[in-house]
């Protein structure tokens, strides 16, 4: 079983930037691909972008291209998500995940996710 530990949310005004971390530890981290997820009140939990295990290739959901970059350091055992010219719609909790697959796919996550473990997840706020 992999424990993950989100960090770097917090409040920024609509155009700002924050990027987000995403520590594992007590598995092989590099085998498996990786996931950003996001919750906003009263709504249900979405898919942001995902990173294949080798850190070659990235999804993300169509709200956030062009604006969000997935990546991950395997030497650190970290997934890291930069969100730039951020807006009030982003604002949510963002939660990192592993895939319980071995070497799938970022494609395959979003078609079929199967998640083995969630972080508890960091608070996104963006003001007008």
């Known amino acids: 079983q992999v424990q993950l530990v989100e960090s770097g949310g917090g409040l920024v005004q609509a155009g700002g930037s924050l990027r987000l971390s995403c520590v594992a530890s007590g598995r092989t981290f590099d085998n498996y691909a990786m996931a950003w997820l996001r919750q906003a009140p009263g709504k249900e939990r979405e898919f942001v972008a995902a990173?294949?295990?080798?850190?070659?290739?990235?999804v993300y959901t169509n709200s956030v291209k062009g604006r969000f970059i997935i990546s991950r350091d395997n030497a650190r055992n970290t997934v890291y998500l930069q969100m730039n010219s951020l807006k009030p719609e982003d604002t949510a909790v963002y939660y990192c995940?592993?895939?319980?697959?071995?070497?799938?796919?970022?494609?395959?996550?979003?078609?079929?996710?199967?998640?083995?473990?969630w972080g508890r997840g960091t608070q996104v706020t963006v003001s007008s």
């Open positions: 995940a592993t895939d319980s697959l071995y070497r799938r796919s970022p494609a395959s996550i979003l078609t079929s996710p199967a998640f083995g473990s």
């Open positions: 990173i294949s295990w080798g850190g070659i290739t990235t």
